[in-house]
């Protein structure tokens, strides 16, 4: 069993920056892979990155790529994603999500195993 808990969300102007942070509980949160999801109001739950076990994989969504970054401490049990340049349409709910495959960079919420409660983001124009 693993419990995830995102902080670090908040109000911020567009071109700013935020760092997002998603402490787990659980021994094993090592030999999960981890990912990010959003959820615009009124939109379905989209893909934001994902990163392996190791953390020697990452993959970000075309829309987020050059501006935000996913990067995990496993000693830290905490998964983070640096958000610069953020913009009005970046807005949502951010959920971070755990996979018990180790090395899949899973881009659908399918297959993910649990998740956080998640945080707001919002970009102001």
């Known amino acids: 069993q693993v419990q995830l808990v995102e902080s670090g969300g908040g109000l911020v102007q567009a071109g700013g920056s935020l760092r997002l942070s998603c402490a787990a509980s659980g021994r094993t949160f090592s030999y999960y892979a981890m990912g990010w999801f959003r959820q615009a109001p009124g939109k379905e739950r989209e893909f934001v990155a994902a990163?392996?076990?190791?953390?020697?994989?990452?993959y970000l969504a075309d829309n987020v790529k050059g501006r935000f970054t996913i990067s995990r401490d496993n000693a830290k049990n905490t998964v983070y994603l640096q958000m610069n340049s953020l913009k009005p349409e970046d807005t949502a709910v951010y959920y971070c999500a755990a996979d018990r495959v180790p090395t899949t960079l899973r881009v659908t919420t399918r297959g993910y195993d649990y998740w956080g409660q998640g945080t707001q983001v919002t970009v102001s124009s």
């Open positions: 990163i392996s076990w190791r953390g020697d994989s990452t």
